[in-house]
């Protein structure tokens, strides 16, 4: 069994552990991780490294320098020759808080908005075969006035305004056009109750109040018995550090 384990990120890379607790049983079949990465939760998952699996050993890590915490990603057992290849796991994003996180939860949370998957390839609209857009129990035009936010790819945090909208070909026009075009499975958040730089705004109000758990490993050295925190840039005073723990490596 392998379990997705705490992920550090800094800027635009994370790390992820991973805990293999049968790697006996697993390296029977297989000798690696793979990992796989997406910038949507429903979109395409493209194979970004690998992880050697070695007897004995339970704690693994892998860091992908060009994700992040809204990054997804998925994880299988592989092994070239053959080649054979464990199903993948279920879409997973590392932990922690970010703004998008916190502003998509406060959606649906609220009833303000909802998350939208686009398969359209044009820039002045969005197409989307999302079952509470495309169909025809509403009227054409719902929406017009309200905003729509991408998240990923060409027009990324570029807001818009509905101009029309066809549920019978689940699409949405925009005014202006956005700048570039959007390709399949860009993620799209349509925003009834309020403009998202607002929502923007008082979330990184809010966020500025409050400080977040982090867990930092630290490689211990055979006698050695201080360790200095001071490259930790966030870490400015002694009573930050709440709990010290040790954990095997391997073994």
Do not use: C
Not at 26 to 48: E, H
Not at 125 to 138: G, S
């Amino acid at each position: 069994m392998l379990v997705p384990g705490w992920a550090r990120v800094y800027k635009v890379s994370a790390t992820l552990r991973f805990i293999v607790e049968d790697v006996g049983t697993r390296l029977d079949t297989y000798t690696v991780i793979r990992v796989y990465r997406s910038s949507t939760l429903t979109g395409t998952y493209s194979v970004i490294g690998t992880v050697t699996l070695v007897s004995g050993t339970f704690y693994y890590s892998y860091t992908d320098s060009s994700g992040g915490l809204n990054s997804w990603y998925k994880y299988s057992f592989y092994n070239s020759t053959g080649p054979v290849e464990s199903d993948l796991s279920a879409p997973f994003r590392v932990d922690g808080v970010t703004r998008l996180r916190a502003r998509q939860a406060a959606l649906a949370k609220y009833g303000a908005g909802i998350v939208l998957v686009n398969t359209g390839t044009a820039s002045n609209k969005i197409t989307t075969a999302d079952y509470r857009v495309k169909t025809t129990l509403f009227r054409d035009d719902r929406g017009k006035g309200t905003w729509l936010w991408p998240t990923t790819g060409n027009n990324a945090e570029e807001p818009r305004l509905i101009l029309s909208s066809d549920v019978s070909e689940g699409t949405m026009t925009v005014l202006p056009a956005w700048a570039g075009a959007f390709v399949n499975a860009d993620e799209v958040e349509w925003h009834f109750l309020a403009d998202p730089t607002e929502w923007n705004n008082a979330l990184n109000r809010g966020l500025a109040r409050y400080w977040y758990v982090e867990r930092v490993p630290l490689v211990g050295v055979a006698n050695q018995e201080e360790y200095s925190l001071a490259g930790i840039p966030f870490l400015k005073d002694k009573e930050h550090v709440h709990d010290v723990r040790w954990y095997p490596t391997s073994g």
